[in-house]
C-alpha cells in the first residue's frame, strides 16, 4: 500500500501537502530543505517510508531537483501532466487556485493510478544534458529574433549606422552560437548509443535533418510514454474545435499548448519535405487539391511528419518506402471504396 503526499512545484519553493498529519509546509526549493523534509516524513511514516510516493507537475528546470532527489533517495514518484492536473482540479471544482490547494489537489490524483503508473524516476545524464543544450539554444534563437527584429526597423528608418553595425555584428555572432549548439547536441546524441539509434531511425525520413531530429528525439524521451495523441498535443499540434450551438462557429485551429520550439524547429523541414519527399507531396498535394488553406496543410504534413518519426522511434526501425507505399495505396482504396 502506497503513501502518496503532493507537492506544488514553484520557482523557489515547495508547497508540500503531507496527508498522515493534515500539514501543508512550504519549503526551499533546495537540496539542503528536500534532505530536512525526508527526515521529517521519515519521522511520521517510519517503516511505512519505503511505500511514499510523492506526485508533482513537471515545471522545467524547477522541477528537475525535486526528481533527481527522488531517484538518488530510491523515491517512489508520478510526475503528472500538466494538463491532466488541470481537468482533474477542474473536476474537483477548485474554484480558487493557491500553491496550497495545488499541492493538495495534486495528493488527491492518488485515487486515479494504477501502480504501474509509479517509479522511482530515472535519470539518463545525456537526456538531462541535451534538454538542457535544447533549451539554451531556443533562448539564442530568441535573442536573434529579437535583434534582427530591431534591426530591420532601425533599417526601415534608415537609423543610426552605429547601432545598425553592432546589431549585424550581434545576429551574425548568435547564428554561430545556434550553429555550435546544434553540432554539440547532435554530438551527444551520437556519443550515446541507444540515441544515436534512435536519431538515426529519425532522421531517415527524407526532410528530417539534424535539427528537426534532434527536436523529435527530445520531444520523445521527454514523454517515453506518451501515445500518438499525446504526442500532437504535447506538440501542440491537437486541433481545437470551437463550435456551440447555431450562435458560434469559429475555424478549427491547432492548440499551441505544446513547447513550440518543436513547432518551430519542424517548419523549415516540413517545406524541404513537401519539394522532396514524394510521400508527404503527395499528402499535401491531396490536400490542397481538397481545398486546404496551404498553411493547414502544412500543419498537417508536420503532424504527419511527427507521427511516422515516433513509430520509428517506438519500433526502432528506419523509414520502409515500400511499407509506406502500400499503406498509401490502401488508403487509397479505402478513399475510392468510399465514393
Not at 73 to 94: E, G, H, M, V
Request: some cysteine; overall charge positive.
Amino acid at each position: 500500500m502506497f503513501n502518496y503526499i503532493g507537492i506544488d512545484v514553484s520557482k523557489a519553493t515547495l508547497q508540500v501537502y503531507i496527508p498522515i498529519k493534515d500539514e501543508n509546509i512550504s519549503i526551499d526549493n533546495s537540496k539542503k530543505a528536500l534532505i530536512s523534509l525526508y527526515s521529517k516524513l521519515k519521522k511520521y511514516y517510519k517503516k511505512e517510508i519505503a511505500n511514499l510516493v510523492i506526485i508533482f507537475e513537471p515545471t522545467g528546470s524547477y522541477s528537475a531537483l525535486l526528481k533527481r532527489f527522488c531517484a538518488d533517495k530510491n523515491i517512489y514518484a508520478f510526475i503528472i501532466n500538466p494538463r491532466q492536473s488541470a481537468n482533474f482540479a477542474k473536476a474537483l471544482d477548485n474554484r480558487s487556485k493557491s500553491d496550497i490547494i495545488d499541492a493538495k489537489m495534486l495528493y488527491k490524483f492518488h485515487v486515479m493510478l494504477k501502480d504501474s503508473d509509479i517509479a522511482v524516476p530515472i535519470i539518463n545524464k545525456a537526456q538531462e544534458e541535451l534538454s538542457e543544450m535544447l533549451t539554451y539554444y531556443k533562448f539564442l534563437q530568441k535573442q536573434r529574433v529579437s535583434f534582427s527584429n530591431h534591426l530591420e526597423a532601425l533599417s526601415a528608418k534608415d537609423g543610426s549606422l552605429y547601432i545598425t553595425k553592432k546589431l549585424i555584428k550581434e545576429v551574425k555572432q548568435l547564428r554561430e552560437q545556434e550553429e555550435e549548439m546544434i553540432l554539440k547536441m547532435k554530438s551527444l546524441i551520437i556519443s550515446d548509443e541507444i540515441m544515436a539509434l534512435k536519431f538515426e531511425n529519425i532522421t531517415s525520413i527524407v526532410g528530417i535533418g539534424d535539427r528537426a531530429g534532434i527536436a523529435l528525439i527530445h520531444l520523445f524521451i521527454s514523454y517515453p510514454d506518451a501515445n500518438r495523441q499525446e504526442i500532437v498535443a504535447l506538440s501542440g499540434l491537437d486541433a481545437i474545435e470551437n463550435t456551440s450551438g447555431t450562435s458560434v462557429q469559429k475555424r478549427t485551429r491547432i492548440s499551441k499548448r505544446g513547447s513550440a520550439i518543436y513547432r518551430s524547429m519542424l517548419f523549415m523541414p516540413v517545406l524541404s519535405a513537401i519539394q522532396h519527399n514524394p510521400y508527404m507531396k503527395l499528402f499535401y498535394d491531396r490536400l490542397k487539391t481538397n481545398g486546404k488553406h496551404s498553411t493547414s496543410a502544412q500543419i498537417a504534413v508536420m503532424r504527419k511528419m511527427i507521427l511516422i518519426a515516433h513509430s520509428l522511434y517506438k519500433n526502432d526501425v528506419q523509414f520502409d518506402s515500400k511499407l509506406y507505399e502500400k499503406n498509401l495505396a490502401r488508403k487509397e482504396q479505402d478513399i475510392q471504396k468510399v465514393a
